[in-house]
């Protein structure tokens, strides 16, 4: 089934692609989760749209990448949550959280979508996360989590 993503998807692509997936994947996930719609002729003109918008919040070169990547690097975050006795968080540290945390530190607007984490956060310490800036720019944050 040919779908025109709304939103990056990883291992697919980013907004304003039209790509081929399995007609489940696209039913069930994609489409239901407005990360993508379905290809129509007409859906054309909303390709060129969303290449516009992504224009707009995309970062444009590598070199300012790079830039917003030193920044990131060298803010210091902390993040204040509640946690138990045995300095286990009562839920998880997200990406909203993160990105929340960072703006609050000094450091640039990040988009939460664009940050990865490869574990959850469920415990106080020191974490990272990386920042997808760039498709060939990532930048990786030091994050640590203290009890409120």
Excluded at 35 to 50: H, L, M, P, S
């Amino acid at each position: 089934m040919k779908i025109i993503l709304t939103n990056e998807v990883s291992g697919l692509g980013g907004p304003g692609e039209v790509v081929d997936v399995k007609d489940g994947y696209a039913r069930n996930y994609l489409v239901p989760r407005g990360f993508a719609i379905r290809w129509t002729k007409g859906g054309e003109k909303d390709v060129a749209q969303i290449r516009r918008a992504r224009k707009i919040h995309e970062i444009a070169t590598i070199e300012q990448a790079n830039q917003i990547k030193a920044e990131l690097e060298g803010v210091r975050v902390r993040l204040a949550t509640r946690s138990g006795e045995a300095g286990r968080l009562f839920g998880s540290v997200t990406p909203a959280d993160i990105a929340s945390a960072i703006k609050a530190a000094g450091g640039p607007n990040v988009d939460k979508r664009r940050i990865e984490l490869t574990t959850p956060i469920k415990s106080l310490g020191a974490h990272e996360a990386s920042v997808r800036l760039h498709p060939e720019v990532a930048a990786k944050v030091n994050i640590e989590v203290v009890s409120a």
